[in-house]
């Protein structure tokens, strides 16, 4: 079985070992504790990020690869892991927005980290490609069951301790919410907690694979229906020649790949890691095969759906990253057909499986490499951007010029500046996109007097009036009841007055306003519309009053 073969090869692995949880339990509680404080007090500058990515990473793979009788070379993977993650958070983080997507690059760093940690465990970097694949499918199936006991051990010692805190604060001892709210805590506590749980479940690795083989075995349960679920929509959609799909959502790329990867846990979950341990449920044996062969057309179909996203909108750094996916999940589907057509029916699943240790080692390497800084998809963004302005592909005035300055880092914003150095329209609005001091600024709203009720008569004024709530449109969000309340020290006084509002603004002789004031707290318990007679009267001072009832604070 597949369990067995792990155990015959990698002995060591599975042996218990006592000293284990008291050792990742130390490891988590000081790695917990130091993240916590270096994010808490630096966690925004690019050394902060660095050193809390390295010790949260080291101790991490610490906590599944760690070794009784080989410790020192695990200890050096775990360091290097985490050294590698921690560069990545420093260029991520010191890189700021002047390099677009560098979000991406650290999660390709994590995703990286994720296959690296089985593959050691497996002893590919001895074995090479000669390392068993029932090694790396158990250690990445018992890692991830491991992972997923210690977070649900780390939620119930959370409950117990609240539950702990409710019963003695009845006593009036409140010495445990003391310590919650004590700094650096929370992370000290799920340190040692998930330390503690992974190095119990790591010392019953031989129960582990006994679990891996049931999660396996309610998969392949689910992969019958979701293999009818897949050919009936793949039929539909040639059928339909994809109208279908693009008609339906503008999501279509997303949908697709997690379909794809669904297709491919299931699948596997039937394949298992040798024909001995493989179904032996014809229905399911061809619902794997099914399976395996949907992954291929799946991703094609998310390849044209970006496509047709890209022939749209052109690149941007996200949809630059979305291909690199399509690219690899299109790598093992296709993989996967030519391990069907040179297994057939009778060997097919070995071909998946050695297919799947290739790529796991491919993908890997890639993730590596797309986290380091090698590549600026925000450069190759812009340049493609404006060589379709320059074309005429985009018209001018429909051509984001917001996302030069936003989106594609320091070459958007340099192509930006070119743009604003020529003339015309193109310059004009690249000049404008420039000074912008916010990504998506408030929508201007076209103030009809429907929604803006003008209570005076003074042509100047209400010009100036206007002009404002177009220029700010929080003092009217919907509508607005505008009173003129005189002038005093060379200002207009008026007052926009909506259902849970009072903006006052003052403007001198030339129709500039003063600077807005502070948002203020609303005005209660007066629905969402303003209806009524609306007045001014003498207060001892002055303040607005709705059919009668007073409105607001005074204003004098």
């Known amino acids: 079985m597949a369990a067995d073969t792990a155990t015959a090869g990698e002995s060591a692995s599975l042996q218990e070992w006592p000293l284990r949880p008291w050792l990742l339990a130390g490891i988590g509680a000081v790695a917990g504790l130091l993240v916590h ?20 990473f080291s101790a991490a793979a610490t906590g599944f690869v760690l070794e009784r009788r080989r410790w020192k070379e695990c200890a050096l993977f775990a360091l ?92 009036g001892f409140e010495f445990i919410e003391t310590l919650i709210d004590t700094d650096g805590f929370g992370g000290f506590f799920i340190g040692v907690t998930f330390g503690a749980a992974l190095g119990v479940l790591r010392n019953q690795l031989g129960i582990i694979g006994t679990l891996q083989r049931v999660v396996m075995l309610v998969f392949s349960l689910l992969a019958v229906p979701f293999a009818l679920a897949i050919l009936f929509f793949l039929f539909v959609l040639i059928a339909t020649g994809g109208s279908a799909l693009w008609e339906a959502t503008d999501s279509a790329t997303p949908v697709l790949l997690a379909c794809a990867l669904g297709c491919f846990v299931l699948a596997n979950a039937v394949v298992r890691d040798d024909d001995e341990a493989r179904s032996d449920n014809v229905v399911m044996r061809y619902a794997a095969l099914a399976l395996s062969a949907s992954i291929f057309p799946l991703t094609v179909f998310a390849a044209i759906s970006m496509g047709i996203r890209i022939d749209q909108h052109g690149f941007s750094p996200e949809r630059l990253w979305a291909l690199i996916a399509i690219a690899l999940a299109t790598a093992y589907g296709l993989a996967y057909w030519v391990g069907i057509a040179r297994g057939r029916l009778a060997d097919w699943s070995h071909h998946l499986r050695r297919a799947n240790l290739h790529l796991a080692v491919v993908s890997c390497v890639v993730a590596l490499i797309l986290a380091l800084p090698l590549f600026d998809f925000g450069a190759i963004s812009a340049r493609h951007q404006v060589a379709r302005l320059d074309s005429g592909e985009v018209p001018v005035d429909e051509f984001d010029f917001a996302a030069l300055r936003w989106d594609f880092g320091n070459a958007g914003r340099e192509a930006l500046e070119r743009l604003a150095e020529g003339d015309g329209r193109v310059a004009e609005l690249a000049a404008e996109a420039a000074d912008m001091e916010q990504r998506y600024p408030v929508e201007m709203r076209d103030n009809t007097p429907g929604q803006l009720a003008i209570e005076f008569d003074d042509p100047q004024l209400e010009e100036w009036v206007r002009d404002h709530a177009v220029s700010y449109p929080w003092v009217c969000r919907t509508s607005c009841v505008v009173m003129d309340l005189g002038a005093r020290d060379d200002r207009r006084h008026v007052a926009f007055l909506s259902a849970r509002n009072i903006e006052h603004v003052r403007f001198a002789d030339d129709g500039v306003p003063d600077p807005p004031a502070p948002p203020v707290d609303p005005v209660p318990g007066n629905g969402d519309d303003l209806s009524g007679n609306v007045e001014i009267r003498e207060w001892t001072g002055r303040r607005f009053y709705v059919d009668g009832e007073p409105f607001g604070e005074p204003f004098e």
């Open 37 to 56: 404080l270096i994010l808490e007090g630096n966690g925004k500058s690019a050394a902060g990020a660095a050193f809390a990515a390295f010790i949260f």
């Open 80 to 171: 290097g892991l985490g050294m590698v993650m921690g560069g990545i958070a420093w260029l991520a983080v010191d890189s700021g927005d002047s390099v677009a997507g560098r979000e991406f690059a650290f999660a390709a760093g994590v995703f990286f980290s994720l296959l690296a940690i089985p593959l050691f465990q497996a002893g590919f970097h001895r074995k090479r490609w000669a390392t068993p694949y029932p090694e790396t499918h158990f250690h990445v199936w018992s890692d991830a069951v491991s992972a997923g006991g210690a977070l649900a051990f780390v939620l119930l010692s959370w409950m117990l301790l609240w539950l702990l805190q409710a019963l003695f604060s009845l006593v």
